[in-house]
């Protein structure tokens, strides 16, 4: 019944745009902090983004800070992951995830409880 949905992925040349959306069915994202992980192949995991339930606090990766800039529209259910100035590094399965508080480790996955199946972004040229 609790589900989250990545959208927006797909294949961009260097220096493009994306933008990825995380919408929320079974539930309101109102009162959860938002995360978007990253995962690209041979490497772990890693935390790309956060935003907290009233939006009064977001958190970057330094490899992003200045390209990727997270928001919410709660209306819509949904949290975005605009990303800018794309670079191959970026290459990688982007997820979702939701906990119902503030993480004290923004990039700790442990922290969320909700993940959606990724969406993937590739950036070659």
């Not at 995962?39 to 390209?67: F, H, L, M, N, W």
């Not at 982007?94 to 480790?105: G, T």
Request: net charge neutral.
């Amino acid at each position: 019944q609790v589900q989250l949905v990545e959208s927006g992925g797909g294949s961009v040349q260097p220096g493009g745009s994306l933008r990825l959306s995380c919408a929320a069915s079974g539930f309101t994202l109102d009162y959860y902090a938002i995360g978007w992980f990253r995962q690209a192949p041979g490497k772990e995991r890693e935390g790309v983004s956060c935003i907290s339930s009233s939006a009064g606090s977001t958190y970057y990766a330094d490899s992003v800070k200045g390209r990727f800039t997270i928001s919410r529209d709660n209306s819509k259910n949904t949290v975005y992951l605009q990303m800018n100035s794309l670079k191959p590094e970026d290459t990688a399965v982007y997820y979702c995830a939701a906990n119902i508080r503030k993480p004290h480790i923004w990039y700790f996955d442990l922290e969320y409880d909700y993940w959606g199946q990724g969406t993937q972004v590739t950036v070659s040229s």
